[in-house]
C-alpha cells in the first residue's frame, strides 16, 4: 500500500498503536533503573583460577594497578627479577635452638611489651645482629621488601616523640573510640610516650612497595605488607634471644611525618616502630596471661 497515496495506517489506527509505544518505553525504563540482582553479582566475571582484589592484601592489589597502568609493558621482553640464580641441593635443618622446642617456648613466653626503659647502654653489635637476623625472613618472591631504621640520636628521637605526642594527644582526645579508649585503661597507656626517648634505640621498620631494578625499571615487591610483618616476629625472638626488651607500636596518622623526617622515599610505608634496650628497675607489666594451646591450636 501506498503510504503517501492513502491514508497513513498508523495515523489511522493510532489509537490501538499508542498503548503499545506507551509499555514499550515504560519497560526501557524500567530497564534501565532496576537495581542489580545479587546473583548475577555473585557469578565469576574473570577467568577460572584468577584472583579477585578482595582476595589481595592491599600491598598486592596496588602492585597490580601499578602493572596494569605500566605503559611500557612488553610481554616479549620481561626478564625475572631473579633471572639466572641457580638451584642447590638442600640438606635440611642443620642448627637447630638449644634445649629444642621446649627452651624456644620458655623464652619467647617471657617476652612482655615495655614502656619503661633503662638509660643503660646497648651493646649496638647486638642490635644489628638481631636485624639481620630479621632479614632471613621469607618475602614474596624473595623481594625483602623491607627497610630497618635504628634511632640513636637523641634530637632525632625527641623530634620523633614530639610527631608522635601530638597525634596521639588528637588520636586519644578525638579519632578513638570511647570503648577503645577504656579498654586501653587497665594498660596504662595514654599520649604522653617517654620510652620515645629514653629508650636507647628506636627501629622504625618500613616495607617497601617496590624498588628500582639496574635497568631503571620498578621491581615490585608482592605481599610487601605480610612479608615485612613475619621479619618483624623474627626480630621480636632475635631481641628476646639477646636479653633485649621491646614494644611493638603502630603510630596512628604518623607514618608520613616521620617517613619525611628521616628522608625515606615515596615507596617506602611505616608499619611499626620498635623502641628497644633494657627494662627499667621500677618498670611494671600488666598481670597478663596467655591463651592456652587448646584455645588456638584446631587440629583437623
Excluded at 101 to 112: A, G, I, P, T
Aim: net charge negative; aromatic share 8%.
Amino acid at each position: 500500500m501506498d503510504l503517501f497515496g492513502q491514508k497513513n495506517i498508523i495515523i489511522e489506527y493510532w489509537q490501538f498503536f499508542l498503548p503499545l509505544v506507551t509499555i514499550g518505553i515504560s519497560l526501557i525504563l524500567l530497564n534501565l533503573n532496576r537495581k542489580p540482582d545479587p546473583r548475577e553479582s555473585s557469578k565469576p566475571t574473570s577467568k577460572p583460577g584468577a584472583r579477585e582484589e578482595r582476595d589481595l592484601d592491599p600491598s598486592e592489589i596496588e602492585s597490580q594497578k601499578s602493572a596494569r597502568e605500566d605503559s611500557n609493558y612488553d610481554e616479549d621482553a620481561l626478564t625475572a627479577a631473579l633471572e639466572g640464580v641457580a638451584h642447590k641441593p638442600y640438606p635440611g635443618i642443620k642448627v637447630t635452638f638449644p634445649g629444642g622446642v621446649e627452651k624456644f617456648y620458655e623464652m619467647v613466653n617471657d617476652r612482655r611489651s615495655v614502656r619503661k626503659y633503662s638509660k643503660r647502654p646497648v651493646d649496638w653489635k647486638l642490635v644489628e645482629k638481631c636485624i639481620h637476623s630479621a632479614g632471613t625472613g621469607p618475602s614474596g618472591a624473595h623481594t625483602e621488601p623491607w627497610t630497618f631504621c635504628v634511632i640513636s640520636d637523641s634530637e632525632i628521637k625527641q623530634q620523633i616523640r614530639e610527631i608522635i605526642e601530638n597525634e596521639e594527644y588528637t588520636n586519644y582526645a578525638q579519632r578513638m573510640s570511647r570503648q577503645w579508649t577504656t579498654d586501653l585503661q587497665p594498660l596504662r597507656t595514654n599520649y604522653v610516650k617517654e620510652y620515645l626517648t629514653d629508650a636507647p634505640y628506636l627501629v622504625l621498620v618500613f616495607k617497601q612497595a617496590y624498588s628500582m631494578r639496574e635497568d631503571g625499571k620498578k621491581k615490585q615487591h608482592y605481599y610487601n605488607e605480610i612479608s615485612t610483618a613475619i621479619s618483624v616476629g623474627i626480630l621480636l625472638c632475635a631481641f628476646q634471644s639477646a636479653g633485649l626488651n621491646s614494644l611493638v607500636t603502630t603510630p596512628l596518622n604518623c607514618g608520613p611525618a616521620l617517613r619525611n623526617l628521616l628522608q625515606r622515599p615515596a615507596s617506602e610505608k611505616l608499619l611499626v616502630l620498635l623502641p628497644v634496650g633494657y627494662a627499667a628497675d621500677d618498670c611494671e607489666i600488666p598481670d597478663l596471661h596467655r591463651k592456652p594451646v587448646e584455645e588456638i591450636l584446631v587440629k583437623y
